[in-house]
Each structure stands twice: as C-alpha cells, then as structure tokens.
C-alpha cells in the first residue's frame, strides 16, 4: 500500500469512527437473550452466523459485485463473524461493526486479531436504536442481520431511516432476517413454536403472531422509506448443512432451559430456514438492499 493510500485510508477511519472512543457503560437491551456474557451463547451466534452464511450461498451472494463495497458497516454485529469473513473474502478496506453489547465487541476485536484482518476490521459499542454515529451518505454497503432478536415493530422506522442516512447515494443495505418455526412431524414442537411465535408478538418483536410475522412486513417497510428495486432471495434449506445444524442445536440448549422463564417476554431458538431480501437504487439516491433469513435467533 502506497503512503498516499495509507493516509487516505487513515482519514476514512478518522472519518468514521464515533464521536467518543471512551469504553461505553452498557445500555439495557431488548436483546432477547439478556445475558449476553454467556460463553453458550457466543458459542451459538457464531454457529449462527457460520450457518446462515453457507445457507445463503456466502456473505455477499446475491451482489453481482462485492469488490465494489470499500465502506461496510455491520450493525448487531454480534460476535463479528459475518464482517471478519467479508474482510477474508473481499478486499474491502474499511469494515466497522458496532453492537450493543461490551462482551461481544470484545470477542469480536479477539477474533478479528486472532484472523489477522484487525488491520481493516474494528468494532465499537454502540446502540443503534438511539443513533448511528458515523458521517451520512458514507458507507457503500450496510448490513444487519437477524434483528427480530432485538428489534420492535415501532423500531423499523427510526433504523431504516438511519441506514439510508449513512449509506452513500447509490448504495446498499442488506437486512438478514428469520422465520419463526418451521414445519415438522412433532405435536409439541409446533405448539412450542406456535408459543413462541405469540409471545415475540407480545413482546413487539412480530407484526402478526405467525412464523413470517416478520418477513411479510419488511418489503412493504422497504418500499416506504424510499427503497427502490427491492427484491428477494430464498436460501437453500438448512437442514443440508448437518454438522453446523447439529452443533447449534447442542449450543441452544442454553436458550432452551430459559424458555419457561422467558416465553412470556421473548427467547432465542436456533436457526432454520433464510430467505433473503436485497435492493439496490438505480436513481442515484440512497438506497437499501435487505436479505430476510428464516430462522429463529
């Protein structure tokens, strides 16, 4: 890398980082796992994530371009799996994350050491149903995946409009999200999912107590804050991927033994199914590709 792309590059991270690097205090969460310092459940997102991306053909599969996004910004990051492949697959220079959660950021700056892409990859605390803290029309591509696990209906709005604030006119935004249940051959695993299903929608994570109770809504949300070419990609069925399957199932259990105390608010079930949902503006204008995953996160 030349001196000249190297103090360019340093000014685009100066650029984007937040206002104040100071270690921020942990804000409550509507997360639904709340303990999120929980080793089990850093094991169970990063199976998550991992499955999700092979289920969906890759990290960036339905773009006919991927080197062409040099900005990205993860949002729930998570534990940075999805923006640490990204930097392993694409040679993307800026790659930020930001979660709320203190103990996943610190996992992911671990693993972003431990894949030696620390150099492009950083990752921050952050709550983005307050603000996005970066520059507007800055990114090329924005990404989220699996926010039912945090996200309330009346939250779509506010977020939406901040990714299109800090995406570049042109750009993309892709949403990854889930289904809730699936269809089986087992009665009490369908009333649990049925359960389940009602009490994500009690707690405003659904719009509707069905398993797209998400998913049925995010098109139409879309349209609304002025997406354009909004279009859907349908993942492969995931029970193909058995040994990443069978290693989230062992990993949930620590979700499971919280259900009776936690069904009435909201809880966390493995991964399923993905569908997925993408746009891309054609009019100069900011815009927001989506992927929906079908799942349960």
């Known amino acids: 890398m030349s001196t000249e792309d190297q103090q360019q590059r340093k000014q685009e991270k100066k650029a984007a980082s937040p206002a104040s690097q100071v270690q921020k205090k942990e804000q409550p969460s509507t997360y639904v796992v709340q303990d999120r310092q929980n080793e089990q459940e ?18 960036l599969s339905e773009q006919p371009d991927p080197t062409a996004f040099d900005r990205v910004l993860d949002v729930a990051c998570g534990t940075g ?120 929608y009690r707690a405003g994570h659904l719009f509707t107590p069905e398993p797209a109770g998400l998913l049925d809504h995010l098109e139409k949300l879309l349209v609304q804050h002025g997406c354009k070419q909004v279009q859907v990609k349908e993942g492969k069925d995931a029970y193909g991927v058995g040994k990443e399957l069978k290693k989230l199932c062992c990993t949930v259990n620590y979700a499971l033994n919280e259900i009776t105390q936690l069904m009435q608010q909201h809880v966390a079930l493995p991964l399923l199914f993905l569908a997925s949902l993408w746009a891309k503006d054609d009019t100069g204008r900011c815009a927001m590709g989506v992927e929906f995953a079908g799942g349960i996160a």
Do not use: C
């Open 42 to 59: 850093l094991a169970r997102l990063t199976i998550q994530y991992r499955l999700a991306t092979t289920v969906m053909g890759g990290v």
């Open 81 to 200: 799996g999805w923006l640490i492949e990204v930097a392993k697959t694409y040679p993307a220079t800026l790659l930020i994350g930001v979660d709320i959660s203190n103990r996943m950021i610190d996992y992911a700056r671990e693993q972003a050491v431990a894949q030696h892409v620390a150099d492009r990859v950083e990752f921050h605390v952050m709550d983005a149903l307050l603000m996005l803290e970066f520059p507007a029309s800055f990114f090329d591509l924005v990404n989220m995946r699996f926010g039912l696990g945090f996200m309330r209906t009346w939250d779509w709005p506010k977020l939406l409009s901040e990714f299109l604030r800090v995406a570049r006119p042109g750009g993309v935004v892709r949403v990854t999200d889930s289904i809730v249940g699936s269809q089986n051959n087992s009665p009490a695993l369908m009333e649990l999912f049925a359960q389940l299903q009602y009490a994500l």
